[in-house]
């Protein structure tokens, strides 16, 4: 099937199937925590469904480090470089996210069948870092729809494999060990292997080309890890001061958040050629009106979301993970529901800031952000339980949203002033 998608010449027939696996491989991408846990919760104790909840968010957090904001660098990259230096500096930050992964299990006395766990989630992940560096250079190539296949192949066969490994073994460790060895081969097969069909410059990696793109990349990446530790704050803390339990109920409750980002990263990420065409042009009334659109769209998929959310979420959730005791968290689901809300707000404010070419303002909004939410989340929870940690995340997501906002429409103005 890949060496036939490859083998495609029909432009159309790309660009078709191209939209056709990146909606598949998104959606797989999105709710893989969410799946796996459902899993977890019908096969596992409660205990060891919330160390799974803690290993999804801490890899989630420093896959970050792995992926490094090069993804994007890479796709739109001008300057020639080579695909063995892109390969090394890619190795070179999974390697340190795996290195940082083992020291904060160190540094927090995990106990070792909680860190077991913990490193397999990230090895996990770092296996999606390395195929992430073939496939950006597949997309750059113009095969979307072989970089956005692969990824999708990866993501139904890790599926299968965990489900079926935890529901035949019922011993968590087995299934994550199962689905790294399960990644480890589907990278070599699909994202190595195809580096063959297409044609590349062999030459050695040169330093100082490497050492630049470390460089140029890491405000993308601390920007990245920013906005997924605002998102998960809570569930680091509750892991310092509540049991497993405790952590697979918030778990449990705060997953489905996703489905707000997702879908509004839908509705927005196809204008963003459109918006960027239309600022270039200085066509201001045609950029107001796009972003007015999506605002409005984005608005009324997170109000139908919250509203949904305290009116089925609870029962909903309930059933599907099959246990009891969630209605304690349902003021907590909706609050998250609302930081999800503002992070999809942030999220496409963040892409119009960039078309103003603002990057740099925007890595210093977010590192205030997260320096204020890191110093305020630890007594708010000692003091106001997981409530008053869920509302103070907020309280900083919506925060920072207000602040790319009038940054927005301040730069909006004045392009105006300027040129309209």
Same mark, same amino acid.
């Given at each position: 099937?890949?060496?036939?998608?490859?083998?495609?010449?029909?432009?159309?027939?790309?660009?078709?199937?191209?939209?056709?696996?990146i909606?598949?491989?998104?959606?797989?991408s999105a709710?893989?925590?969410?799946i796996?846990?459902?899993?977890?919760?019908?096969?596992?104790?409660?205990?060891?469904?919330?160390i @799974?909840?803690?290993?999804?968010?801490?890899? =989630?957090l420093?896959?970050?480090i792995?992926?490094?904001?090069?993804?994007?660098?890479?796709?739109?990259?001008?300057?020639?470089?080579y695909?063995?230096e892109?390969?090394?500096?890619r190795v070179i930050?999974?390697?340190?996210?795996?290195?940082v992964?083992? &020291?904060?299990?160190?540094?927090?006395g995990?106990?070792q069948?909680k860190a077991? %766990?913990? /490193?397999?989630?990230c090895? /996990?992940?770092?296996?999606?870092?390395?195929?992430?560096?073939?496939?950006g250079f597949?997309?750059?190539?113009?095969?979307?729809?072989?970089?956005?296949?692969i990824?999708t192949?990866?993501y139904v066969?890790?599926?299968l494999? #965990?489900?079926? &490994?935890l529901?035949?073994?019922?011993?968590?460790?087995a299934?994550?060990l199962?689905?790294v060895l399960?990644?480890?081969?589907?990278?070599? %097969?699909?994202?190595v292997?195809?580096?063959?069909y297409?044609?590349?410059?062999?030459?050695?990696?040169r330093?100082?080309?490497?050492?630049?793109?470390?460089v140029?990349?890491f405000?993308?990446?601390?920007?990245?890890?920013?906005?997924?530790?605002?998102?998960?704050?809570?569930?680091?803390?509750?892991d310092?001061?509540?049991?497993?339990?405790?952590?697979?109920? #918030?778990?449990?409750?705060?997953?489905?958040?996703?489905?707000?980002?997702l879908?509004?990263?839908?509705?927005?990420?196809?204008?963003?050629?459109?918006?960027?065409?239309?600022w270039?042009?200085?066509?201001?009334?045609?950029?107001? =009106?796009?972003?007015?659109?999506?605002f409005?769209? %984005? @608005?009324?998929?997170?109000?139908?979301?919250?509203?949904?959310?305290?009116l089925? &979420?609870?029962?909903?959730?309930?059933?599907?993970?099959?246990?009891?005791?969630?209605?304690?968290?349902?003021?907590?689901?909706?609050?998250l529901?609302?930081? &999800?809300?503002g992070?999809?707000v942030?999220?496409?404010?963040?892409? @119009?800031?960039?078309?103003?070419?603002?990057?740099?303002?925007?890595?210093?909004a977010?590192?205030?952000?997260g320096?204020?939410?890191?110093?305020?989340?630890?007594?708010? %929870?000692?003091y106001?339980?997981?409530?008053g940690?869920?509302?103070?995340?907020t @309280?900083?997501?919506?925060?920072?949203a207000?602040?790319?906002?009038?940054?927005?429409?301040?730069?909006?103005?004045?392009?105006?002033?300027?040129?309209?």
């Open positions: 099937m890949l060496k036939r998608i490859i083998q495609e010449t029909d432009e159309r027939r790309i660009a078709r199937r191209g939209k056709l696996f909606v598949a491989s998104g959606g797989l709710a893989f925590s969410v796996i846990l459902i899993v977890a919760a019908r096969s596992l104790s409660l205990e060891e469904t919330g @799974l909840t803690i290993a999804l968010a801490i890899a =989630k420093l896959l970050n792995g992926k490094y904001g090069m993804r994007n660098y890479q796709v739109t990259d001008t300057h020639e470089v695909f063995s892109w390969l090394v500096s930050t999974t390697v340190v996210m795996m290195v992964s083992v &020291g904060y299990c160190l540094v927090n995990y106990a069948y077991c %766990i913990i /490193l397999l989630v090895l /996990l992940y770092a296996g999606e870092c390395m195929e992430d560096v073939y496939t597949y997309q750059k190539e113009g095969r979307l729809d072989v970089s956005s296949y990824q192949v990866r066969v890790l599926y494999v #965990f489900a079926i &490994g529901l035949f073994s019922r011993n968590l460790m299934a994550c199962f689905s399960a990644t480890a081969l589907l990278v070599y %097969i699909y994202s292997r195809t580096l063959r297409f044609p590349h410059r062999q030459a050695a990696p330093k100082n080309v490497v050492a630049k793109l470390l140029d990349c405000p993308l990446c601390l920007m990245s890890f920013i906005l997924i530790y605002l998102s998960n704050a809570p569930k680091y803390e509750i310092k001061l509540y049991d497993s339990d405790v952590q697979a109920y #918030f778990g449990f409750v705060s997953m489905p958040i996703f489905a707000i980002s879908l509004s990263g839908f509705i927005f990420q196809p204008q963003i050629v459109n918006l960027s065409h239309s270039k042009e200085r066509n201001f009334s045609r950029f107001e =009106k796009i972003v007015r659109r999506q409005v769209y %984005i @608005l009324v998929v997170s109000l139908l979301c919250i509203v949904l959310g305290w089925l &979420g609870i029962p909903f959730l309930s059933l599907l993970y099959d246990v009891e005791g969630l209605e304690a968290y349902k003021f907590t689901f909706v609050v529901l609302i930081g &999800g809300a992070t999809a942030i999220n496409f404010l963040a892409a @119009l800031l960039v078309i103003f070419r603002l990057q740099k303002l925007i890595l210093y977010h590192i205030v952000t320096l204020g939410i890191f110093l305020s989340i630890k007594p708010v %929870i000692r106001f339980g997981i409530n940690a869920t509302i103070d995340a @309280l900083w997501i919506l925060a920072l207000a602040v790319l906002w009038v940054v927005y429409l301040v730069n909006v103005r004045e392009g105006k002033k300027l040129y309209g």
